[in-house]
Every structure is written in C-alpha cells, then in structure tokens.
C-alpha cells in the first residue's frame, strides 16, 4: 500500500510536468514566432557560412552577397507571408527553412555558374567565377568544393549542399541552446506566478486521495495516447485550462497567502525555522522550474514506466481466493 501510494504521487507529478513542459513550449514558440528567432537564427547561419561575419557591414561586399542570396526567387518563395502583431506587420528576410538544393542552386546563380538556360557552365569556367569573387571567405570555401569534384558538375552542386548541411547542423545547435534559455526564463515566470511549489503538490497528493486518484486516471488516459499526442497539443490556452482544472494547490490566492503568514506567525520566535520554511518554499519552485525546463517527451516516457510499474505493484492485491490463477479475483458478497 505505501509503495502503490509513493508511485501514485510520482505519476501526479510525472502528469503535472507533462502540462507544464507543453505549457512552457508553447509559450516559447509564441516568443519565437513573434520575433521570428528561426529566421534570425538562420540569417545569422548564412552569415557565417558565406561571409564568416555574424552580421556584414552595410554597403559592403559581404553584405552584398548575403542580399543576393536572400533576394532570389527560389529562397524569396520560401518565406511565410507578413505577420501583424499589436497592428504593426513584421516580416522575415528569410525563411525559416531553406533545403540544401535550394541554397545550392542560389549560390550557383549569384556567382554566375549557371547560364540563363539553368545549365551549368564548364569547371574551368566556375573556377574562374569563384577566383573572381571579392569574398576571400567565400572563395576559400568553395575551391576546395570544386577542386574534390573533379570535371563532375552534378558533384560540385552535391558539395554545396553537403556543406551547407553541415553548417544549418550547427544553426540548429546555436537555436536549441538559446531555446532551451527562452523555456527556463518562461519556466520561471510560470512557476512564481502560478505558486507551481513541487514539494506542496507532492504533500497535497500525498494526503488527497481524491485528487491523487484523479490524477492518477487521467496519467493512465493519456499513458495509452500515442507520442504525437504531445506535438499536437501545443496551444498554451488549452493547456492553462487543463492545468486549472486539476484541482491541485497552485496560485497566490488569499488562502496561500494567508497560509504562508501562518507558518510564518508560528515561526516568529525561531529563526532557524523562518528560513527554514522559506528554504523548503524556494526549494519546491526551484525543483518545478528545473524539471519543467526538461522536453515533455522525457516525462511521457517516464510517465509509462510509472505507469507500467503501478500495474505490477497492484497486481497481487487483486488477485485474491484463488493461488496461481490470474484475474480471478474473489468478488466481494453484495449488500442486501
């Protein structure tokens, strides 16, 4: 019975994480869309790439060259149409996304290797080009491109794009990283706003066995979802109201506060127990803060372990009368 109660309360709390972290990703793609990180983040990748500046200088070669990439036809139809945000539109220099083939093509086209015609000049000719470019940068990175090619033009273009990949590779690390900050500021904020303390929740399902009950049902419901499940649920509003809905002790409201003031009167002659409850209070939002920074994925996954486990633990107290046969459990007499 206490251990069936311990995994009860871890998958409260396993359930609670889940709500939070899709919480905390949904309100990082709103931050992300709004001041398009993914399209900054892969400008800043072009840069790099081609220039070997994080951001050309106005007027320059460099800047020149990121502007003809950026301009033409086949990375211009890739961009999403002009957002309006508080009446004020704001658009993208680039998409969010280029493939490998575009970016290739485009390259190809700003430094003239290919005709009108789409086809590809001559390797001595494309050569030439490239020793004609104005980016040091840009011409250091390309001969040895061509020069691994051979007379095979198809595998000049094969390069490009493989060099390309390898650099959105790094594009994507620089955007985890900085998204992974954007999810632990909103976390935070989420958290201390919301009173998310994980050491007063656990206490609370520890003794609510209605609450911890129904939370336990609506872990095993979403335990039997498939993965994808996560991925679709990523409007914030819809999760608030889940959260809401869990009838668990969040919030600053009245009676917290007045709660907090309590232990603090009882207290008021022990300082060691002052700091004491507040330790234990920073403690339980810094814990929810850190786990919930954590991809939902890894709770969903941790969530059918709990899950699994719980099956197994309360399998023998439901097994009752009959030795060796599973399922039968003996049936209590019915009240007259």
């Known amino acids: 019975m206490f251990g069936s109660v311990m995994l009860e309360v871890a998958i409260g709390l396993a359930f609670i994480y889940i709500l939070l972290s899709l919480l905390c990703s949904s309100l990082n793609e709103v931050i992300a869309v709004f001041f398009n990180l993914r399209s900054k983040n892969l400008l800043t990748a072009l840069n790099q790439l081609l220039t070997n500046e994080a951001k050309p200088a106005e007027n320059s070669a460099a800047a020149t060259l990121i502007s003809k990439v950026t301009s033409h036809p086949f990375i211009s139809a890739l961009k999403q149409p002009p957002v309006r945000f508080f009446g004020k539109q704001r658009d993208e220099k680039v998409p969010n996304y280029i493939p490998p083939h575009a970016f290739a093509v485009t390259l190809l086209d700003t430094i003239g290797a290919r005709g009108g015609d789409g086809k590809m000049k001559t390797v001595s000719s494309i050569r030439s080009l490239i020793n004609k470019e104005e980016n040091e940068h840009l011409k250091r990175s390309l001969l040895p491109l061509l020069d691994n090619a051979g007379d095979d033009l198809e595998k000049i273009q094969s390069n490009i794009e493989a060099w390309f990949d390898t650099s959105m590779d790094r594009a994507s690390g620089w955007y985890r990283r900085q998204s992974q900050m954007i999810i632990l500021l909103v976390a935070t904020v989420v958290v201390t706003s919301m009173n998310i303390d994980t050491i007063h929740i656990a206490h609370a399902l520890w003794h609510d066995y209605g609450v911890r009950t129904v939370l336990v049902a609506q872990a095993e419901q979403l335990a039997k979802s498939d993965k994808d499940v996560l991925t679709k649920d990523q409007d914030y509003k819809k ?98």
């Open 239 to 336: 999760v608030v109201e889940k959260i809401e809905g869990l009838s668990l002790p969040l919030g600053w409201d009245s009676e917290s506060v007045i709660k907090f003031r309590q232990n603090r009167e009882d207290a008021k002659g022990d300082r060691e127990s002052r700091l004491w409850a507040a330790l234990v209070k920073i403690t339980g939002l810094l814990i929810t803060i850190l786990v919930i920074s954590i991809s939902a994925p890894f709770w969903f996954d941790l969530l059918n372990k709990l899950v699994d486990l719980l099956s197994v633990v309360k399998r023998p107290s439901s097994v009752a009368g009959s030795p060796g046969s599973e399922g039968n459990a003996q049936k209590p007499p019915l009240a007259e």
